[in-house]
């Protein structure tokens, strides 16, 4: 069974840091892109990060560039998010997704969600 | 950044109704454009992609429509367990985007 796990959320005061994990089961790791999605209480989903399978190429909303850092260690088939600099605006349920890719009958890949996580939630508060 | 608006927000539907979710993008956006699920307190579950391919496991009540800008999810016999918010999604280009959700009430 395809299984995705986040940890590390809880409570940080602004301005500072917490990392979260994605522990994936079930299939190749290595071999998929996978993606970081939050949502604050109350709203809609927002995309914050994305990686390929390599780990060599990253991707961020600008609401975080510069100040989350996303990565993979492919040998424990876990993902990271690194977040610094933490907001009140950060507050969120946080979701790691795995980003599958399906092919086009022109020959073009696309890329979607197809699993998510139950979420951990991060608060932003003094 | 690619803007998806969906309409309704929000609507009241009652058991076997037949319910329609649009989504425009603001620019083209082929049919890179995905539709979720996602009940009270659980993650989303993806129903439809690339616009109209059904996913896995997915009631065939479910179905996806568009391509270019308009996009459209469709609920045929709507059941008690459909009660949910719906967002569309698009991966065209980075950074990717939701639209802001429409919550479907059942009567």
């Known amino acids: 069974e395809v299984q995705l796990v986040e940890s590390g959320g809880g409570l940080v005061q602004p301005g500072g840091s917490l990392r979260l994990s994605c522990a994936a089961s079930?299939?190749?790791?290595?071999?998929?892109?996978m993606s970081w999605v939050r949502q604050a209480p109350g709203k809609g989903l927002e995309w914050v990060s994305a990686?390929?399978?390599?780990?060599?190429?990253?991707y961020y909303a600008d609401s975080v560039k510069g100040r989350f850092t996303i990565s993979r260690d492919n040998s424990k088939n876990t993902l990271y998010l690194q977040m610094n600099s933490l907001r009140a605006e950060d507050t969120a349920v946080y979701y790691c997704?795995?980003?599958?890719?399906?092919?086009?009958?022109?020959?073009?890949?696309?890329?979607?969600?197809?699993?998510w996580g139950k979420g951990t939630t991060v608060t932003v508060s003094s | 950044e690619i803007v998806l608006t969906q309409s309704p927000d929000f609507q009241s539907v009652t058991p076997k109704e037949k319910v329609t979710i649009t989504c425009r993008a603001s620019?083209?956006?082929?049919?890179?454009l995905h539709w979720y699920q996602q009940k009270p307190d659980q993650s989303p579950k993806l129903l439809i992609k690339?616009?109209?391919q059904s996913f896995s496991g997915v009631p065939s009540r479910f179905s996806g429509s568009g391509s270019g800008t308009d996009f459209t999810l469709t609920i045929n016999s709507l059941e008690a367990e459909d009660a949910a918010t719906y967002y569309c999604?698009?991966?065209?280009?980075?950074?990717?985007?939701f639209g802001q959700g429409t919550k479907l009430e059942i009567k």
């Open positions: 620019q083209s956006i082929g049919s890179s």
């Open positions: 079930g299939f190749t790791f290595s071999s998929y892109a």
């Open positions: 999604h698009q991966s065209s280009s980075l950074p990717y985007t």
């Open positions: 990686i390929s399978g390599s780990g060599g190429s990253t």
């Open positions: 690339y616009a109209s």
């Open positions: 997704a795995n980003l599958a890719e399906g092919l086009t009958s022109a020959g073009y890949y696309y890329y979607y969600m197809d699993v």
